[in-house]
DNA sequence: TGCCAGGTATAGG
DNA sequence: CCTATACATGGC
């Protein structure tokens, strides 16, 4: 168990942010699974309660969580004038871009291709009870609202997907993704294409060679580089982002004001979109 | 119940 | 280069 305190960490908002689907809520509890490892987190105040060690939190968690770097950067150039952008970015007070892996971003972004967030979560959810491994570890003592039997599993590895049939994969709900995970599984497991290796590219050669990749369009390049390879200047554009432009923007997004970081901007105004129709609309 | 979802591949112009 | 269309299926 370990402590922790940030200013800019609300693990709510995070879980909740559509940059990840296996961090989940149960009141002020939450399981989150990345990769093979597992966190228990409870909230404490103004910090949180980790079920791992402060050894595991410097290794691991204090990079994924994306807890070095200074988020006010990114409000200073907000213009005074756009309300909207300053309304957003309050409202998203305690977002990072967490840095996960780059095959479970991969995969999970080709899937969430024409589908709601709690519908990838589903699939991405059977897919690791499928093809991942049962993580060994016991639901903390401190934590109350998560049944203590509740079985995680890891996400799968690239040889466990490549060796699955189409058959198998439609039963995770894939519908038409299925030939498209099965031929980017195999890509990655054959090393036809190597996602560590892309980290020595720089942005543009890196969306473009994802986007080799069967079922990695623009879209899904985009979000795979801003959280899988924490290229924050990355910009993906989907239903939601493409609303908001047309709605506040006029059609286009200033860009030029974020330069290097326009990926952190983007998903404030994704937060902030999604959550504000969400409450309208009940 | 019918509509829509963190889009992409493909065909046709 | 651009635009139009098909695509499987769950969640609400």
Redesign the pocket.
Known sequence: MFRIEYPHLDMRKIAD???IFRFNIYEDEFSLVAGDKLLFIKEDGDGYILSCSEEEFNDFWLDYFDLRLDYKEYEKNIPKSDLFLIKATEYSYGIRILNQDKWEMLIS??I?????????K??VEKLSKVYGKKIDMQVPGFIKNIDPDTEFYSFPTPEALANASIDEL?AC?????SP?IEATSKAVFRKDIELEELSKLNDTELLAAL?S?????????N?VAL?GYHRIAAF??????KRMIDEHYDGEFPLELYEGYAGVI??YI?YYG?ESVKHSSN
């Open positions: 942010s559509g940059q972004f080709i969430s291709q024409r589908k709601s967030i709690p519908a990838i589903s699939s439609n709900s894939l519908g038409y993704r498209y986007m990749l069967k079922g990695v369009g623009i879209k899904v390049a979000c959280f993906p554009i989907d239903v939601w982002i983007q998903q994704f999604r």
